[in-house]
């Protein structure tokens, strides 16, 4: 049958991802109803507009929110100067088309260097399709309801199950650090590391969480954000590390044939290191026995390099593998503390 040869898409969402949808449409049909209710009250006229901006404006978190509101009144103001400018300058007769053309080429335009700014179109559009005889009034009435569209998506996103920007990108942080765990222990063979608690696809689960945290973290608007600046680039040292020690496995013959010198810290290291990662990812300080555990086995690790023969290849490996593990230990010692004194 055809049905059968048609595949359809799947749809693989996390359970953050739901939340955020849920929140998102929330906020967005509380913002729908209280424009209009708003507009209605005050007998003001343009609701569409007013709904729309109210809509567009509302952002997964309160801080991402701030910005594009202030953003969107910017955008606002070039595109009611474009609009204008599209009435006065095209001569009588034009039409409505020609104005929308001329309007979305230089506002779009603008946008290019400016992409915030693209939602500057509304007004551009709203102002193109006016009457000349009440330029001025479609004018104010427009930018009017793009102004309190945007203070009423900016309420609802402070007070219609708020998320902050801050708590946002922490909890990406915490994502990317178990990305980087499943990345070590993929690095250095999987061993007795507890895949459970780490993702199917560690390099993406980072790439992914460690870009949406970066974000979320310029987004902070009402804390300051040198705190979370300070664990991303922690946890990115973290991740250049293992990377390190990935670059060295892909030169270096199976580790399972490694003498028990070698092998046996190399994997406590591995083991502990992913533990408290994990620890960290989970909100929790009990970490301590792990990292002595990684200090000891690196102390072993480093007298063995020292006293061990071999080429120079050999030579050169083992000592890429103790730097690269030694970068380990200080990232996570660096990582701790972080989380510690902020928890």
């Known amino acids: 049958m055809l049905i059968d040869r048609i595949r359809l898409p799947s749809f693989d969402i996390d359970q953050r991802e739901a939340r955020d949808a849920v929140r998102l449409a929330l906020q967005s049909a509380a913002a729908a109803a209280i424009m209009y209710v708003v507009m209605q009250a005050l007998g003001l006229p343009e609701k569409f507009v007013g709904v729309l901006s109210a809509v567009l404006v509302v952002q997964p978190s309160i801080g991402n929110t701030l910005s594009q509101g202030w953003d969107r009144v910017a955008a606002t103001v070039v595109g009611i100067l474009i609009g204008i400018a599209s009435m006065l300058i095209l001569p009588s007769g034009y039409g409505t088309a020609v104005a929308l053309a001329f309007s979305m080429l ?3 335009a603008v946008a290019g260097f400016r992409p915030s700014w693209r939602y500057g179109v509304v007004a551009a559009v709203a102002l193109a399709m006016g009457s000349d005889g009440e330029l001025l009034q479609t004018a104010f009435d427009r930018t009017l309801s793009i102004g ?6 900016i309420a609802v996103s ?7 920007a801050e708590t946002r990108a922490l909890r990406y942080l915490r994502q990317a650090l178990r990305g980087v765990a499943g990345c070590l222990k993929a690095a250095l063979n999987e061993g007795k590391v507890d895949s459970d608690s780490l993702p199917d696809n560690p390099h993406q689960t980072y790439l992914s969480n460690i870009s949406d945290a970066r974000k979320e973290a310029h987004n902070v608007r ?11 680039d922690s946890i990115e040292r973290f991740y250049y590390a293992v990377m390190i020690l990935n670059r060295v496995a892909e030169e270096t013959n199976d580790f399972d044939s490694a003498s028990d010198d070698l092998a ?11 533990a408290v990662a994990v620890t ?10 792990q990292l002595s555990n990684i200090r000891n086995a690196l102390k072993q690790l480093r007298q063995y390099t020292t006293d061990a023969g071999g080429d120079t290849d050999d030579l050169v490996n083992r000592n890429a593998l103790v730097f690269g593990l030694d970068e380990i230990e200080d990232s996570l010692d660096e990582l701790t ?7």
Do not use: H
């Open 106 to 108: 230089v506002m779009n």
């Open 148 to 153: 309190i569209g945007v203070v009423v998506g």
């Open 158 to 164: 402070l007070l219609v199950w708020p998320d902050k």
């Open 222 to 232: 009402l804390a300051d954000n040198d705190s979370l600046l300070e664990k991303l």
């Open 264 to 274: 046996q810290p190399m994997y406590t290291i591995r083991d502990n290191a992913c």
């Open 280 to 289: 960290l990812a989970r909100g929790e300080c009990d970490y301590d026995n």
């Open 337 to 343: 503390d972080l989380f510690q004194d902020n928890d």
